[in-house]
């Protein structure tokens, strides 16, 4: 069956280092993979999208990697700061050209100051 | 970025009655628009694809019947939950595309508590 794995313990960090976070998926041939941020009661605001054929994406403090091979990608937040705080979710299309994203269980990130 | 709104935010109703929930796109037009359901502390559940002009598409388990989804212009979807049961409390999330980039721009959401 199809999964998408992130890891629901939260990752507790101290401010200014760099936080990463892990998206796992199986059962999916994705033609790209994306990050989102949801705070608490809010919905999610989108972060990066990395293509299949992309190894590396960033924006500014933000790094993700994708590695179709072990079907994985990691997100890096550095310099992370108290702000950061919050939800990260990984979130997959479907590869068979529909439009709708699949969602990860999300991975609660708490930087301390 | 283009902005979705959905409203209301926050809605409590009776068991039994029906609720109407609009998702709308501000600055952009959105031929597809999805509606996501997300319980407390677990991921988004694509519930439907809703389609400018033609029927909506819902995902396995979910009642088409049961969460009505219209999406009658470029820039407004909506979902009615009917006769809304305790089961049906969640926060309900609407989202939309905003050109072919692939990223989704959601709503705020609407937290739904049926008594």
């Known amino acids: 069956s199809q999964k998408i794995e992130q890891n629901s313990e939260a990752l507790n960090i101290q401010e200014g280092k760099t936080a990463t976070l892990t998206c796992n998926y199986t059962?999916?041939?994705?033609?790209?993979l994306q990050w989102y941020r949801q705070d608490p009661g809010r919905g999610p605001v989108f972060l990066l999208l990395i293509r299949e054929n992309e190894k590396e994406k960033r924006k500014e403090r933000l790094k993700v990697t994708f590695d179709t091979t072990l079907k994985q990608s990691l997100f890096h937040i550095t310099a992370s700061q108290p702000a950061d705080s919050a939800t990260y979710l990984c979130?997959?299309?479907?590869?068979?050209?529909?439009?709708?994203?699949?969602f990860g269980s999300g991975t609660r990130l708490q930087v301390q100051p | 970025g283009a902005v979705v709104s959905q409203h209301p935010s926050r809605v409590i109703c009776k068991s039994g009655t029906s609720v109407k929930i609009e998702c709308r796109s501000l600055?952009?037009?959105?031929?597809?628009m999805f509606w996501y359901r997300q319980f407390p502390k677990q991921s988004l559940m694509l519930m439907a694809t809703?389609?400018?002009?033609?029927?909506?598409?819902?995902e396995q388990g979910v009642e088409k019947d049961k969460f009505l989804i219209n999406h009658a212009s470029l820039t407004l979807s909506t979902l009615t939950v009917t006769s809304a049961h305790p089961e049906d409390s969640s926060f309900y999330i609407c989202s939309a595309m905003a050109g072919k980039t692939g990223e989704l721009f959601f709503g705020e959401g609407s937290r739904l508590t049926v008594l």
């Open positions: 809703s389609n400018e002009g033609s029927k909506a598409t819902y």
């Open positions: 979130a997959l299309d479907q590869g068979t050209g529909r439009r709708a994203l699949t």
């Open positions: 059962n999916y041939s994705p033609a790209y």
């Open positions: 600055d952009f037009q959105a031929t597809t």
